[in-house]
């Protein structure tokens, strides 16, 4: 059986873009390969966030996570800074990483631009930490978005360089698992790119009704088709692209009809889009507040999930340590 690896940051809620991109896929995944999910708490640490905000963050995604439909008793649920065996292998193929690999990579350059006054090691060393996550559970795949890929290759130069160095097989080349056909891409609301936490565009799974129906109204259009079988322009696209994810296929037909015949009146698709999304997320919005809530089963499944999840690490790192030479007195 494979074993597949997917780790989030503890920034913020998770929005449709992460529900229908990865949640629903890995509910189904969990069948079928030993699913290791956790929240990568030390990598969060890298923009210094409040100690006091940092637990209830790592609480939400968790119980976003249960919500969503991973079920501990398949897969594996952790937190990073509960496995110190991430932190030991983190130092040992920081060893084999050189600065100039590290400061190639696009995501440490962007944030060079982005916050050129906090310049940390930890980001330099982010996909160091990232591949540590990967390679001490010998993950077969990890589900990484586009903007991951370059971390993963790095995840796989390390693995390689580890088992030539100390000529042992110590590590498998993680692949970029992708859904395929059950991909999808969650367009933002404001007519632009992919919906995501930090560009304000996105539906979170804990948005209630009102929320969820301002957010979709105020969504980005344009002045409507003028002669039938005009193209469609992007913010148009999106809207339907996300109606497709949601509503049923009559519904979403229905809608490209009247676009076709210039009878289309966005308000009405806005509120059918929003009616719909509200069926997917508020079951789950209510899942969500019951087990944030509920100390005594949170506590099983990261209790559950800490115990697999050191196994795991324990027994890469027995290897590991045996093939760099550590020996005991
Ligand atoms: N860097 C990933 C992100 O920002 C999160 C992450 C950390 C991760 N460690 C991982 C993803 C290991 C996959 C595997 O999205």
């Not at 130092?91 to 350059?109: C, I, W």
């Not at 130069?157 to 030539?164: D, E, S, T």
């Not at 919005?285 to 087990?291: S, T, V």
Request: hydrophobic share 35%.
């Amino acid at each position: 059986m494979k074993t597949v690896l997917s780790g989030i940051r503890s920034t913020g809620h998770l929005h449709l873009g992460n529900y229908f991109g990865a949640l629903r896929n890995f509910t189904q995944l969990q069948h079928q390969a030993k699913c290791y999910f956790f929240i990568a708490d030390l990598h969060s640490l890298t923009t210094h966030p409040k100690p006091d905000d940092f637990h209830s963050n790592v609480r939400i995604i968790l119980s976003e996570y249960l919500a969503s439909g991973l079920d501990p008793e398949k897969s594996t649920l952790f937190v990073q800074s509960s496995v110190p065996e991430v932190s030991e292998l983190f130092v040992l193929l920081n060893m084999l990483t050189y600065k100039g690999e590290l400061e190639r990579t696009a995501s440490f350059k962007d944030k060079v631009r982005q916050n050129p006054q906090n310049v940390n090691a930890g980001l330099l060393t982010y996909p160091v930490l990232m591949a540590a996550d990967i390679l001490v559970h010998r993950a077969d795949w990890v589900p990484v978005g586009k903007d991951q890929e370059q971390h993963l290759e790095i995840t796989r130069l390390l693995a390689r360089r580890f088992n030539k160095i100390y000529n042992t097989p110590v590590f498998p080349e993680p692949e970029a698992y992708n859904f395929g056909g059950n991909l999808v891409k969650i367009p933002g609301l404001d007519g632009t790119g992919k919906m995501g936490k930090s560009e304000g565009n996105g539906i979170y799974l804990v948005d209630d009704e009102k929320t969820i129906t301002k957010k979709v109204m105020r969504a980005v259009t344009d002045s409507g088709p003028q002669t039938p079988g005009s193209p469609m322009s992007q913010e148009i696209v999106n809207l339907f692209t996300i109606l497709s994810v949601v509503s049923d296929p009559q519904t979403t037909a229905y809608f490209k009809d009247q676009y076709n015949n210039c009878t289309i009146r966005y308000g009405d698709l806005k509120k059918q889009l929003a009616a719909d999304i509200c069926k997917h997320t508020l079951p789950i919005k209510e899942r969500i507040e019951e087990i944030y809530h509920d100390d005594t089963y949170l506590k099983y499944v990261i209790e559950k999930g800490t115990a697999e999840a050191r196994a795991s690490a324990q027994a890469t790192m027995q290897l590991v340590r045996e093939a760099v030479g550590f020996k005991a007195f």
